[in-house]
């Protein structure tokens, strides 16, 4: 049975900081996924992330994949309140057709 | 968005009262998903298709049932809600590679 596990599960910053999420995976998987979501809306595509050693930023988070590890971080620099949300980060076992595994999110609040 | 739509978004029901959701979309996307969303459990997979007619179970499937007679449309079933069917139900579409992409989701309350 595929595990995601996120942490931390919850996490209160102040803007301009920089803080990483940690997702850890259980089994062997090249593809990986985090996305946004917004109170009371729906999930919105970050990254997909699809060898090892991939890494993609967009503004001021990046990601990356040691898929030996089963490790995939989200890295924030400088955060501002905009950013605040709660992440989550997925993975999939045969190329996604039989659907995702979901982390238990991480839920993000920046203070000014 | 890849076009997808869910219905009702809101609605609350009865303890075993039968309730369907409907997922619809436009992209011609292959694959279809259900996942309901409950606090501190993220996103769960319910049933899942791989084309019209074709549906597989997810890991929460009981208490579930799922068809496809169409290629935009997936209609889950509640045969008798019950309160652990309580939940924020999404809808998600895929071509089977890399990412899904989800509905605004369907808020259920059983009482």
Known sequence: ?112 | DAGITQSPRHKVTETGTPVTLRCHQTENHRYMYWYRQDPGHGLRLIHYSYGVKDTDKGEVSDGYSVSRSKTEDFLLTLESATSSQTSVYFCATGTGGFEQYFGPGTRLTVT
């Open chain 1, 1 to 112: 049975e595929l595990k995601v596990e996120q942490n931390p599960l919850f996490l209160s910053m102040q803007e301009g900081k920089n803080y990483t999420i940690y997702c850890n995976y259980s089994t062997t998987s090249d593809r990986l996924y985090w996305y946004r979501q917004d109170p009371g809306k729906s999930l919105e595509s970050l990254f997909v992330l699809l060898s090892n050693g991939a890494v993609k930023q967009e503004g001021r988070l990046m990601a990356s994949l040691d898929t030996k590890a089963r490790l995939s971080t989200l890295h924030i620099t400088a955060a501002v309140h905009d950013l605040s949300a709660t992440y989550f980060c997925a993975v999939d076992i045969k190329g996604g057709a039989d659907g995702l595994t979901f982390g238990k999110g991480t839920h993000l609040i920046i203070q000014p």
